[in-house]
T-cell receptor, first 109, second 114 residues
Framework: KNEVEQSPQNLTAQEGEFITINCSYS?????LHWLQQHPGGGIVSLFM???GKKKHGRLIATINIQEKHSSLHITASHPRDSAVYIC???????????FGRGTSLIVHP | NAGVMQNPRHLVRRRGQEARLRCSPM?????VYWYRQLPEEGLKFMVY????????ESGMPKERFSAEFPKEGPSILRIQQVVRGDSAAYFC????????????FGAGTRLSVL
């Protein structure tokens, strides 16, 4: 069973700061998802990646398969980025993701 | 192209009643997944369905819970004789290709059992 650990658990930042959220997993995977969940709201899929790096606007996701580690970066953070960020991993041949507990981010103006 | 639609957004039931949660996948998606998020806990897989078939229900409680995805209409997650412990957010996701494909999530249904 894959163990997915996210750090930090909680993160507070000032508007404009560069944010990094980390995700580590214990068993080799075929893909990793980063999800965003706003308080009381739905879940948005931000990225799915299996190698390298992806960028969308101010969000950047990287993954190191050898080290079993992924990072989500937010550049020039904004209060609207305040949300819980969830890492989910998919093992090869599986359609069932294993989810991390999430990182709660609050960005103050 | 509308996203994954779930309804109702909020559902209140008394103990012993039935809860029906609906999920309409994105257009062109034939793979549907249901997840449960208990208060202060992470998301947990419940069931994976394709049209008219349950592919994997290993995450579903053995009793009171059932799911279907008929040929026509939305996927339904049904909880019979609800108990307080069923109070949670239930999320549906869909994907076009299934295994290994990115999943698109709905806004969730928040079930409160009184």
């Amino acid at each position: 069973k894959n163990e997915v650990e996210q750090s930090p658990q909680n993160l507070t930042a000032q508007e404009g700061e560069f944010i990094t959220i980390n995700c580590s997993y214990s068993v080799g995977i075929s893909a990793l998802h980063w999800l965003q969940q706003h308080p009381g709201g739905g879940i948005v899929s931000l990225f799915m990646l299996s190698s390298g790096k992806k960028k969308h606007g101010r969000l950047i996701a990287t993954i190191n398969i050898q080290e079993k580690h992924s990072s989500l970066h937010i550049t020039a953070s904004h209060p609207r980025d305040s949300a819980v960020y969830i890492c989910a991993v998919m093992e090869g041949g599986s359609y069932i993701p294993t989810f991390g507990r999430g990182t709660s981010l609050i960005v103050h103006p | 192209n509308a996203g994954v639609m779930q309804n109702p957004r909020h559902l209140v039931r008394r103990r012993g009643q039935e809860a029906r949660l609906r999920c309409s996948p994105m257009k062109g998606h034939s793979h549907v997944y249901w997840y449960r998020q208990l208060p202060e806990e992470g998301l947990k897989f419940m069931v994976y369905l394709q049209k008219e078939n349950i592919i994997d229900e290993s995450g579903m409680p053995k009793e009171r819970f059932s799911a279907e995805f008929p040929k026509e209409g939305p996927s339904i997650l049904r909880i019979q004789q609800v108990v307080r412990g069923d109070s949670a957010a239930y999320f549906c996701a869909s994907s076009p290709l299934g295994k290994g494909d990115i999943q698109y999530f709905g806004a969730g249904t928040r079930l409160s059992v009184l």
